[in-house]
């Protein structure tokens, strides 16, 4: 799991993921495979999920500032 953690953190991974999801999802909706509603819930989960690298790649770079 952690490997697929590692590749998802990359950029350009996750840009080509997002673009083809996208592709395939549409291609969904014009085959009638799914309709424009679940496409639209379908593109945010995959987006969701293909967030998460990237948030606590960009989370562990930082460091939190604490005021007593």
């Excluded at 592709?23 to 309709?35: D, E, N, Q, R």
């Amino acid at each position: 799991m952690t490997r697929i953690a590692l590749l998802l953190a990359k950029e350009p991974v996750r840009a080509y993921l997002y673009s083809v999801l996208g592709s395939l999802i549409t291609a969904g909706v014009v085959y009638g495979l799914v309709t424009g509603e679940e496409a639209a819930v379908w593109l945010a989960v995959a987006g969701s999920l293909l967030a998460v690298p990237g948030v606590e790649k960009a989370r562990a770079r930082v460091t939190p500032v604490w005021k007593d």
